[in-house]
């Protein structure tokens, strides 16, 4: 949700305390997928950097 919702902080936090960054959810969607549908420019690229 962070990824959607644009928390650029957040991810940081998650990615930098071990979070999956290719986790998918219930309908297959990705952290990396959901940025860039909203538009999220820098989460996407900070997620491709993980």
Avoid at 17 to 25: N, P, Q, R
Avoid at 29 to 37: D, F, K, Q, S
């Amino acid at each position: 949700m962070a990824s959607y919702d644009g928390k650029v902080e957040v991810v940081r936090v998650l990615l930098d305390g071990g979070a999956d960054a290719t986790v998918k959810d219930d309908r297959g969607g990705t952290p990396l997928l959901l940025a860039i549908e909203e538009g999220h420019e820098d989460i996407a690229k900070l997620l491709l950097a993980y």
